[in-house]
Structure formats: C-alpha cells, structure tokens
C-alpha cells in the first residue's frame, strides 16, 4: 500500500511542474505579443482589429461606392472615383442636381435632360436655364471645387514668350496665322499666378508658312516653360489635329486637375483631356473619345 501511495505522490509533483511550466511559456508568449503590440485592439497588424488591411470590409469613403461626375459640351461625361478618372456613355445619373457653369460663371444647381441631341438646364419648376457657349456640369459624393481662372488679351510679352516656346521646338511660322488664347491662375499653388497657352496652327489655310502642324498647352512660370499637352505633326497632317483650349481647373477629393478640350475639324467632334497637377508635374489621368452631338 504504501509503494502505491509513493507512486502517486510522484505523479502528482509532476502533473504540478508541469502545469506550472505551461502556465510559465504561456504568459512569456503574451508578454513577447504586449511588447510587439499585437494584442493592442489598435494595432493594424492585429488579427483581430477590423482596420487589418487583411480584414474584408472598408468603412473608408473612398471606396467604389463613392463617385462624382462631369458633363461637359457637347457630349463628354466622366466621373471620378476611388482616385481613378474614366469615361461614361450611360445617363441613369441625370436626375442628380448638378452645379452648372457656363463662360459667365456659375448659374446655380439644376437638373440636366438630354432631348433632340442637346444637353438642357432645368430648374426646379421644370423651366428651361439658358447657358452661354459650353456648359461644365459637377455632382457627387466627393468635395470638389470649381477653381476660378482670368482670361486675357495677349500683349507684346505674350508673343515673345509664344515665340520662345515655338522657336525652342524648332517650328517656323507667322505669328498672325496662329490660334492663341491665354489665362492667368496660380496653377501649382506656389502664390505666384502663371500664363497658360493653348495656341495651334490647325486647320491653317496656309500651311506653306509653317513646317509642323502643333496644338499644345504650356505653362509659362517666371523660370520656364512647361507643356501640359504638345502635339507637333507633319504640316501634311493638318486636319488630323485638333484646337485645344482649357475647359477647367477644378478640385475633386483635394486633388488639383486641370481638364483641356481639343476641337476636331468640322462635325467630328470634341475629346476631353484630364491631368493631375502635382508638384510642378501635369499627369495624364483620362483622354476621352471624340464626342459630338
């Protein structure tokens, strides 16, 4: 009997050591995941916190369910979501109430109808808005910003700096046969306003006065002169060009773009042209296809 008592007297000292060894590795293994923070309810790397980039699920805004869209004359609508820009043909959208802008500024927030190939501005009576040359359009579920810009006469300084940039990429021309138009912002928010140029010859009447064909975009700052959009062709290749022009500066999602329009010859059309501005640098987000009415 009292062999079988000493056995179990053993057994029980090592059933006890070995409950306390376990309980010993088990709380260094926790205080190890303390220090790493992997058991802080905060800590992204914690499998058990919902903001886990390995987790399913988002409640950030900018995910696929948010989106903003623009429509633009004649016939351009895209939309911006999630950081990216592309293009829409679809119009299950326009019963939203839009922020409309013509070249007088900004006429106030309507509905828009498309009818008898027109874009039409309607208020809230179901009367008809009347804009002035293009129409911009902008909805959506993001803070956006239709930025402000002056157009101007050019003057003597404008030609020297056109001429600068045209005589830089070797292109011989009459400046009086040129399409130029100018506008002035501060364009890379630095307090100082810039020129910005939209100029081409295309379409000329008179291509034996030049040697390229060209529609380019460029910025004029105190130091340089920067291109938004160049196109330089075969003088040959005239009508396969397009006359740009700057639509609009605007801010979606505190994000700075810039948006140029290119007219095609006769009724083919208007494409519409997205970048980003970003540390002194014009990104290309989206470049539509022609669109006309």
Known sequence: MKKYTNVIIILLVVMTLYTIMVVAVSKNENKNKDKDGQNDPTNPNNPNNPNNPNQGGSDSKDDNKSVSYIIMSPNTIISYSNGKWSEKKNYDYVNKQFDVYDETGKLGNYQLQKSNDKWHVKDASNNF???TGNFFAITGDYEYNNIDYLKEDLKESDEQNIRSYLDSKGITYDYNEISKTKIVIDINNDGI?????????AF?????????VFSVVFVKSISNSTPIYENIMEIEKSYQSCVPYISNIISVNKEKDIILGCTHFSDNGTEHIVYKILDNKYILQLKTS???I
């Open 290 to 292: 022609i669109n006309s």
């Open 204 to 212: 000329t009447d008179s291509p034996d006065l030049f040697n390229k």
């Open 129 to 131: 808005i009347d804009y």
């Open 193 to 201: 306003r810039e020129d910005v140029y939209a100029i081409t010859n």
